[in-house]
């Protein structure tokens, strides 16, 4: 079935050591994008790609960056994560169109940080 | 400014009960509305959505919602729950902002089914 993977599913990463997370789809949309879901709250928006067109959310922290290298892979990175970066991220995909196209979620990377 | 607001937290129901979450929104044009259902430690799943036409909207697991413009709410609803509907929901709406399209989310409603 066509989806959208998240790997890997847990991650623990040492307070500072940079961590790097996966998301991959074979719906061919060309909107993807990246949440963090902290325990018990709404997913935040981090940023989201256009195709290669890349699109920071306001209060994304530097420490938040992402590549798109081709149309089916995303790559969250955390250059030095914190303990507050402990938390739920979820990597959605959506073809842009009319606003009535739902976006699509992975099952997410639970993030640890020791 | 848009936005979602589920009143209710948490809500706690019997099984073979009927369920009803609230969710209000703030929009200025048109809305394009989303309930998604998240299991614990899974992500979002599509319930249903409405963006035009027939103000009740069927989605899958029996799910319902309707539409109602006067009073910019868009109830979820299930006749008779079964215990493994019990998640965490989240209204959505979907904003044109920067040309593409966010999802401006409630803070959800976590639902728990009495046996």
């Known amino acids: 079935d066509a989806m959208v993977i998240q790997n890997p599913r847990y991650q623990v990463t040492q307070f500072g050591k940079p961590v790097t997370l996966s998301c991959s789809q074979t719906?061919?949309?060309?909107?993807m994008y990246w949440y963090q879901q902290k325990s018990s709250q709404a997913p935040k928006l981090l940023f989201h790609?256009?195709?290669?067109?890349?699109?920071n959310e306001a209060d994304t922290p530097d420490n938040f960056q992402s590549r798109r290298p081709n149309t089916s892979f995303c790559f969250l990175d955390i250059r030095s994560p914190g303990l507050g970066d402990a938390a739920m991220y979820l990597c959605?995909?959506?073809?842009?169109?009319?606003?009535?196209?739902?976006?699509?979620f992975g099952d997410g990377t639970r993030l640890s940080i020791l | 400014a848009q936005s979602v607001t589920q009143p209710d937290i948490h809500i706690t129901v019997s099984e073979g009960a009927s369920l009803e979450l609230r969710c209000n929104y703030s929009?200025?044009?048109?809305?394009?509305l989303f309930w998604y259902v998240q299991s614990p430690g899974q992500g979002l799943q599509l319930l249903l959505k409405?963006?035009?036409?027939?103000?009740l909207v069927q989605g899958i697991k029996g799910f319902e919602a309707e539409f109602k413009r006067s009073q910019s709410s868009f109830n979820l609803r299930k006749p008779s729950v079964h215990w493994s509907v019990a998640a965490e929901y989240f209204c959505?709406?979907?904003?044109?902002?920067?040309?593409?399209?966010?999802?401006?989310f409630g803070a959800g409603t976590r639902l728990a089914v009495h046996p």
């Open positions: 959605a995909t959506r073809l842009y169109g009319d606003l009535n196209q739902p976006q699509h």
């Open positions: 719906l061919n949309h060309n909107v």
């Open positions: 790609y256009y195709d290669k067109d890349f699109n």
């Open positions: 929009y200025g044009a048109t809305p394009y």
């Open positions: 409405y963006f035009s036409g027939d103000t």
């Open positions: 959505a709406v979907g904003s044109s902002s920067g040309g593409y399209n966010k999802l401006i």
